[in-house]
């Protein structure tokens, strides 16, 4: 099944691309943090130099690597539910459950060990720009060369492929488990079923939290800035737990907006909830990059500005470790901005690129393609709201706790420009991407699309 696994690779790339794009990403991204330790040693960085660098490789990457390997796990999931029914019939042909389980585990390793590799390059440069960074911002002395070396290496490909692996095994045990019967009706209906596990993690990081954001309001209340250690990790979390509850919430979510779809869209908006209510598994793939983006994006914007603001009553100067830590941020900021982004187009053209048969089915029925677009458009808005109203939810966990503790409000300082140029940012990425990718799928003639 290995051997069937590589030829799948081959003759599928595109069918695999979203899943290779989030571990080449990822990778890079892991690499470049965790090159900055490999400087602090290389370079013998002592003192708040080597603290700055350590705080970027363990803490920072620490969240970068969180995000990471929750996106790869999504899209891995994603590929190997648009593959229920070749699934299906390589069970019906006497495939078992092993053989399934090791040829998408092949799948994933092969994938992730060429993403990891071909990462090490985008990494260096990546590590150079954050080092020079730090570098102009005086927070390590020029003297100090940039280094890659074996951390760097050894995270981002040892994570990579031990993730990839991990996910591709949780995602193909219960692939081989269903039923052919089961596996062809998912096919069909793309229900998104939660499974047990998936509620337990979901609650378990909203749990997690949930803690943080209370030992910020406890423990940290009165401590300065240091009340960003926990506060700024909660939305974090709070984001990821609720992107694992997306099945559930998208089912809720089609279900009560179905009514005003139908009425206020005409023939395009009861073929958009009619579509909808059969698609919440891969809504709620769409969903997840952008409560993740949100969320975080924010929450440490929001974070910041209050912190900004506490110094500026204090009528204080920024000392060497506040500059470190709006650094920080930022590039918490940057990092999430980018790879969420990246992420969300990312998803969206792989899930619309595998709708091409049903687009070309739904124009043979009497569609225009002008309805098929506007269906997506419909789609785009539903998936902007959920997300947007999500990813404020999980925001507050950070906002709210932090405010609390730095300056006595659960008001955050910093205006509205700067949520709604997130949102805004959230809701173009969503519409483009959608609308672009459709267009491009509908191109070709109904009958082909229909057949292929």
């Keep these: 099944m290995f051997g069937l696994a590589i030829r799948s690779l081959r003759k599928r790339t595109g069918a695999f691309a979203a899943s290779f794009l989030a571990m080449f990403l990822g990778s890079a991204i892991i ?130 492929f031990v993730s990839a692996t991990a996910a591709a095994l949780i995602t193909a045990r219960r692939a081989a488990r269903v039923r052919v019967t089961e596996s062809m009706m998912e096919a069909a209906t793309d229900s998104g079923r939660m499974s047990r596990k998936r509620i337990v993690f979901a609650v378990l990081f909203l749990l997690v939290a949930a803690n943080q954001a209370i030992i910020t309001v406890t423990v940290m209340d009165g401590k300065g800035s240091d009340a960003m250690a926990t506060s700024g990790q909660a939305d ?13 919430i998208m089912r809720r979510v089609t279900a009560l907006a179905s009514g ?10 009861d073929l958009a909830a009619s579509v909808m209510r059969r698609r919440t598994g891969a809504m709620a793939s769409a969903v997840t990059p952008i409560i993740l983006f949100v969320g975080i994006a924010v929450g440490t914007l929001y974070l910041q500005a209050t912190e900004n603001a506490a110094t500026d009553a204090a009528g204080l100067a920024k000392t060497a470790e506040q500059k470190n830590i709006e650094t920080l941020n930022f590039v918490v900021i940057g990092m999430v901005v980018l790879f969420a982004a990246i992420m969300l187009v990312n998803t969206l053209i792989a899930a619309t690129a595998h709708r091409r048969r049903e687009f070309g089915q739904t124009r043979l029925a009497g569609a225009t393609p002008r309805q098929v677009l506007g ?69 070709a003639p109904a009958v082909e699309a229909a057949l292929n």
Excluded: C
Aim: proline share 4%; no cysteine.
């Design 31 to 160: 690499m470049a943090f965790a090159s900055m330790q490999d400087t602090a040693e290389a370079g013998g960085a002592t003192g708040p130099a080597g603290e700055t660098l350590s705080i970027m490789a363990n803490v920072v990457g620490g969240w970068g690597l969180l995000l990471v390997v929750f996106a790869v796990a999504s899209t891995m999931t994603l590929s190997v539910r648009q593959r229920a029914a070749e699934m299906a019939l390589l069970k019906s042909i006497g495939a078992t459950p092993a053989q399934l389980g090791r040829m998408i585990v092949g799948e994933a390793a092969g994938l992730a060990l060429a993403a990891a590799v071909l990462g090490i390059v985008p990494a260096m440069l990546i590590g150079r720009g954050l080092l020079g960074m730090l570098h102009d911002t005086d927070q390590v002395p020029a003297s100090i060369g940039y280094a890659f070396g074996p951390i760097a290496l050894t995270m981002g490909i040892g994570i990579m």
């Design 236 to 248: 974090i979390f709070a984001a990821i737990g609720l992107a694992l509850l997306a099945p559930a």
């Design 260 to 269: 005003p779809i139908r009425m206020l869209g005409g023939a395009t908006g």
């Design 375 to 443: 269906t997506v458009a419909l789609e785009s808005a539903v998936l902007t709201v959920t997300g947007v109203v999500f990813g404020t939810i999980a925001s507050v966990f950070t906002i709210v706790p932090f405010g609390l503790a730095r300056r006595d409000s659960v008001t955050p300082d910093g205006d509205v420009w700067t949520y709604l140029a997130v949102v805004a940012l959230a809701a173009v990425l969503t519409g483009a991407t959608a609308y672009g990718a459709t267009r491009r799928t509908i191109r």
